[in-house]
C-alpha cells in the first residue's frame, strides 16, 4: 500500500477500534492483566467493571494510569513518571494490591521485557512481552 492510501480518516478508525477494546482482564480470580499497570485510583477490582466501553483514553485518571503506568525497580510508593503521563510504582504498592484484591499475578504488556517471572514473598510478579488479555474481558 503506497502512502497516499493513509489518511486522516484511517486515522481515526483505528483509534476508534482501540476505543473498544479490552483494557484488562482478570483470569480464574488470580491473574490481572492490563496493558500498563496500576492506578492509585484502583482499590477494588469491580471499578474496572464500571469504566464504559467504548470510551476515548483520558489524559489522566483511572483508565489512563492502567495504559501508561510502569513498575519502577527501586522506587517506593508513587512517582512521577518520565513519560509525562500517568505514575510509575514501586513493588510495596504492587504487593499491597495483590493483598487487597487476592491475586497472585499481574500481568502486563506495556514495556518490552524478557519474559521472566520474578519471586517476591508470596506473590510472582510476571513480566510480559506479549498481551495476553485481547480477547478476554472482565
Known amino acids: ?3 497516499s492510501h493513509y489518511n486522516v480518516g484511517i486515522w481515526r ?3 476508534e477500534m482501540f476505543d473498544c477494546l479490552p483494557f484488562s482482564a482478570v483470569i480464574e480470580d488470580k491473574i ?3 496493558h500498563a499497570g496500576l492506578s492509585p485510583e484502583l482499590q477494588s477490582l469491580e471499578q474496572l467493571k464500571s469504566i464504559p466501553r467504548p470510551t476515548e483514553i483520558p489524559d489522566a ?3 489512563c494510569d492502567l495504559l501508561w503506568s510502569d513498575p519502577e525497580e527501586g522506587q517506593r510508593g508513587w512517582g512521577e513518571s518520565d513519560r509525562g503521563v500517568s505514575f510509575v510504582f514501586g513493588e510495596d504498592v504492587m504487593t499491597k494490591f495483590l493483598a487487597r484484591t487476592d491475586l497472585d ?3 502486563r504488556a506495556h514495556q518490552v521485557h524478557n519474559i521472566s517471572v520474578l519471586p517476591h514473598t508470596d506473590c510472582l510478579r510476571l513480566l510480559l512481552c506479549l ?3 485481547l ?3 472482565l
Open 13 to 15: 478508525a483505528i483509534n
Open 32 to 34: 490481572l492483566c492490563v
Open 105 to 107: 499475578l499481574i500481568a
Open 131 to 133: 498481551c495476553v488479555c
Open 1 to 3: 500500500i503506497g502512502k
Open 61 to 63: 485518571g483511572l483508565l
Open 135 to 137: 480477547c478476554l474481558t
